[in-house]
C-alpha cells in the first residue's frame, strides 16, 4: 500500500456533509488530503511519533504519514467541548479520543481552519459580543445572569425579551431531547427567582428584524439575508428552515470588513455569523466558529466551498 | 419554578440524527459519500435528503458538541 503525505488534514465525522464538498474539491484540484472522521476512530490505527521530527501516521484503508514538511493546513470540524449526556465509559472513552485528535496541535505551523485553542475562546458568546462591540458593531442590550433583581432592573421597561441559554443546552425531557434556541418571551416569564440555579442571556427583542447570516472564510465574505414570504422571520429562523429563502446580499462594505477583522480577531479563518437589521441599523448577534454552511452552496449559490478549498490548499 | 431555559426548551425525538444516504456508502478511500458513480454532494439538492441534524437547524458545529 501507497504512502500518502497530505497537504491538507482533515478531521471531521461522516455526517458533516459539508466535508464533503471539500473533499470533492481537493480531488479535483489532485490535492493529496486525508480524512479522518471521529465518529469512526477505533477503524484507524493511529501514532504520534516523537522521538525525532513530530510525525503522524494514520492507517484505515489507505496509509498516511504527517509531518510538518508536507502538512500546509488542517480543517477541523471537531468539537472543542465534548458534551456528554451521561458519564459512562464511552464518554470517557470519548474524552480520550478526543485529546488524542486535539494533540495535533503540534503541528503548530500550518494553517488551521480553525484551530481548537482559537475555537474554545471564540465560542463564548460575552467575549463575542465584547470584541464586536470593541471594532465598532453594534450589539443589542445584553445581560447575563442569574439575578432576577438585576434582570428586572435592565428589563422591565421591555415587554418581550430574547432568551438564550449562555452555551449550547441541550437535555433529555420527557423522553425526548431538548435544545434551548433564541426563544423571544414576555418579560414577566423572567420575573421570578427559578433562574438563581443557573444564568441566563437576555438581550432586547428586536421587532421587525430581517436576519443574515454571514460567512467568513478567510478574505471572503459570503452573505445572505433570510427571509419568509419576502419578510424577516420573528424569533430563531433555524426552526422554520424549511419554510425560508436565503438571498445573497451584498454587505455594505464597512459591515463587511468589521466581520472580518473580528473572526481575525478572534483568531479564526472561518465563522458563521448571525445579524440582524433592525431599527435602521447591523446589529452582531452571534459568531460560531463551528457552524454550518453547506446548504448555502446549493440553497443560495454561494462557492463557499471554493472558498475553502482555496485557503486549505495555498500557503 | 422551572427554570424559563427548560420550560422553553424545543423537544425531538432521540436518535433522529445521523441518517445515512439511501443508496449510498461511505468510501473510506476517498473520504466522502458515493454510490460508486457519483457522490452524494453531487446529487441536486432536491434529490438529497436535507442536510438537517438531530435538532431543527443545520448547525452541525452545534451539534457536534454534544455527540
Known amino acids: 500500500m501507497q504512502t500518502?503525505?497530505?497537504?491538507?488534514?482533515?478531521?471531521?465525522?461522516?455526517?458533516?456533509?459539508?466535508?464533503?464538498?471539500?473533499?470533492?474539491?481537493?480531488?479535483?484540484?489532485?490535492?493529496?488530503?486525508?480524512?479522518i472522521n471521529i465518529d469512526t476512530l477505533p477503524d484507524w490505527s493511529i501514532t504520534y511519533d516523537l522521538f525525532q521530527d513530530p510525525k503522524f501516521f494514520a492507517e484505515n484503508k489507505n496509509k498516511y504519514l504527517i509531518t510538518s514538511n508536507s502538512l500546509k493546513?488542517?480543517?477541523?470540524?471537531?468539537?472543542?467541548?465534548?458534551?456528554?449526556?451521561?458519564?459512562?465509559?464511552?464518554?470517557?472513552?470519548?474524552?480520550?479520543?478526543?485529546?488524542?485528535?486535539?494533540?495535533?496541535?503540534?503541528?503548530?505551523d500550518v494553517k488551521w481552519v480553525n484551530s481548537p485553542i482559537a475555537t474554545y475562546k471564540a465560542e463564548h458568546k460575552l467575549l463575542q459580543l465584547t470584541e464586536a462591540k470593541k471594532i465598532g458593531l453594534h450589539i443589542p442590550?445584553?445581560?447575563?445572569s442569574n439575578n432576577d433583581s438585576m434582570v428586572t432592573k435592565k428589563f422591565s421597561n421591555q415587554n418581550e425579551v430574547m432568551l438564550k441559554s449562555i452555551d449550547a443546552l441541550m437535555f433529555r425531557k420527557k423522553g425526548a431531547e431538548a435544545f434551548c434556541y433564541s426563544t423571544p418571551v414576555k418579560f414577566s416569564e423572567l420575573n421570578d427567582s427559578s433562574i438563581k440555579s443557573m444564568p441566563i442571556f437576555?438581550?432586547?427583542?428586536?421587532?421587525?428584524?430581517?436576519?443574515?447570516?454571514?460567512?467568513?472564510?478567510?478574505e471572503d465574505v459570503f452573505s445572505v439575508k433570510i427571509l419568509y414570504q419576502g419578510k424577516g422571520v420573528s424569533g430563531d429562523w433555524r426552526l422554520r428552515k424549511d419554510e425560508i429563502d436565503f438571498v445573497p446580499y451584498q454587505l455594505p462594505l464597512?459591515?463587511?470588513e468589521k466581520c472580518i477583522k473580528l473572526t481575525r480577531s478572534l483568531g479564526l479563518y472561518f465563522g458563521a455569523i448571525d445579524m440582524v437589521f433592525a431599527k435602521g441599523r447591523f446589529y452582531f448577534i452571534e459568531i460560531n466558529p463551528t457552524g454550518e454552511w453547506g446548504w448555502l452552496v446549493d440553497a443560495a449559490n454561494q462557492p463557499i466551498d471554493k472558498s475553502f478549498i482555496k485557503l486549505l490548499s495555498t500557503p | 419554578m422551572l427554570h424559563p431555559l427548560i420550560k422553553k426548551a424545543f423537544l425531538y425525538p432521540k436518535g433522529v440524527s445521523r441518517r445515512k444516504p439511501r443508496g449510498f456508502f461511505f468510501d473510506e478511500i476517498k473520504g466522502l459519500w458515493s454510490n460508486g458513480k457519483k457522490y452524494f454532494v453531487d446529487l441536486p439538492p432536491d434529490k438529497r435528503f436535507s442536510m438537517g441534524t438531530k435538532k431543527a437547524d443545520r448547525e452541525t458545529g452545534e451539534d457536534q458538541k454534544g455527540a
Open chain 1, 73 to 108: 493546513s488542517i480543517f477541523f470540524r471537531a468539537p472543542t467541548f465534548l458534551r456528554s449526556l451521561t458519564k459512562n465509559i464511552n464518554g470517557q472513552i470519548d474524552g480520550q479520543w478526543s485529546a488524542f485528535y486535539r494533540s495535533l496541535l503540534l503541528f503548530d
Open chain 1, 141 to 144: 442590550l445584553t445581560l447575563a
Open chain 1, 202 to 218: 437576555i438581550q432586547e427583542y428586536l421587532h421587525q428584524k430581517i436576519d443574515y447570516r454571514v460567512t467568513i472564510v478567510g
Open chain 1, 254 to 256: 464597512e459591515i463587511k
Open chain 1, 4 to 35: 500518502i503525505e497530505p497537504q491538507v488534514l482533515i478531521i471531521s465525522n461522516q455526517f458533516d456533509f459539508s466535508t464533503d464538498y471539500i473533499v470533492r474539491g481537493l480531488i479535483s484540484k489532485k490535492v493529496p488530503y486525508c480524512r
